[in-house]
């Protein structure tokens, strides 16, 4: 009986609020023609639709029994990126946004957090590129969160991709941003597990090559180094979740890597998408930045002078 009056209270305040909750079967989210869990949803709003059109709580949306679906998920309509967050992820910009990303093209949509910015494709499902610092400050000790879900920030006129998009697709749900770059809290870590900042991955790239150049890249801030980073996929090999989700051909990643404040160098590499690089050493996909440049017709490192940029980004360091 305390269930059902929290319940009603929650759904009159609901109506107070100007909303009038779906409790019909119809309109309902595709998961619910399969399995539903929280990361499914992009808003508390949704998951409590699919609760209060299912009362026997099928899909355990309502861990607490206090009637109210999902709460750790934003509530109502979709947030936009908070101004706060934006002002303090400028970091994660320094060195140029590849590509103008901006908040009018739902193509190239700029989304900054405070632990990494992005270029969002609504289009293709997946990010143009994802861009971040990386120093000794972000690392730390706190376990993978493993929370994917999809992101509330995107515009209302693009599919949010949930986790659930890639099931039994044969590809990773990769991270650009890896988790093991934003260990010193865990809100920092459980934001890399947002679904903007994924791409399909074949499993070989996902959990060889590319996790190898994470570990050594996080080796670098270990000697003191400081990095930005931005990483990112190239082409089409098909698309999966019904044509939402683009798999790239390849995945590529260009690394500044600075000592004392000073440029050192840069790393760039271009990664074919496939099982193929099982058993390889992400050493055998070094190019230089320009060749990515030319292959995704990115701008890379353009806050860096002419003459140095030109310098750093002709040639492939090894």
Avoid at 45 to 74: H, M, T, W
Avoid at 177 to 186: E, K, L, M, V
Avoid at 220 to 247: C, F, M, N, P, R
């Amino acid at each position: 009986m305390k269930i059902k009056v929290v319940r009603l209270v929650f759904i009159l305040l609901l109506l107070l609020a100007g909303c009038s909750p779906d409790l019909s079967t119809s309109n309902l989210p595709n998961c619910t023609n399969s399995d539903c869990d929280c990361s499914d949803f992009a808003t508390q709003e949704e998951a409590q639709r699919v609760l209060d059109a299912f009362p026997d709580d099928r899909y355990k949306l309502d861990r607490d029994g206090n009637g109210i679906a999902c709460e750790s998920l934003a509530r109502g309509k979709k947030t936009t990126t908070n101004p706060k967050a934006i002002a303090s992820s400028n970091i994660h910009l320094k060195y140029g946004n590849p590509s103008n990303a901006n908040l009018k093209d739902t193509n190239n949509y700029l989304l900054e957090k405070p632990q990494y910015a992005l270029s969002y494709n609504c289009k293709t499902g997946i990010p143009n590129w994802v861009s971040w610092q990386l120093d000794s400050g972000w690392l730390g000790s706190v376990e993978r969160s493993d929370d994917f879900r999809p992101d509330s920030d995107l515009p209302d006129n693009c599919y949010a991709v949930r986790p659930n998009d890639y099931r039994g697709s044969g590809y990773d749900r990769g991270h650009l941003a890896p988790s093991g770059d934003r260990t010193i809290s865990q809100s920092d870590n459980s934001a890399t597990f947002l679904m903007t900042n994924m791409i399909p991955q074949s499993p070989a790239n996902n959990r060889e090559v590319w996790r190898e150049l994470e570990e050594y890249s996080r080796e670098l801030v270990s000697q003191g180094k400081e990095l930005y980073i931005v990483a990112g996929g190239e082409g089409k090999e098909k698309a999966i979740a019904d044509g939402k989700v683009t798999v790239p051909k390849y995945t590529w990643k260009v690394i500044l890597v600075l000592d004392n404040g000073n440029i050192e160098n840069t790393i760039a590499v271009r990664i074919p998408n496939n099982d193929a690089v099982a058993r390889t050493d992400w050493r055998d996909y070094i190019v230089s930045v320009d060749e990515i440049e030319q292959k995704t017709g990115l701008d890379f490192f353009s806050a860096v002078p002419k003459s140095i940029q030109n310098k750093i980004e002709a040639k492939a360091y090894k």
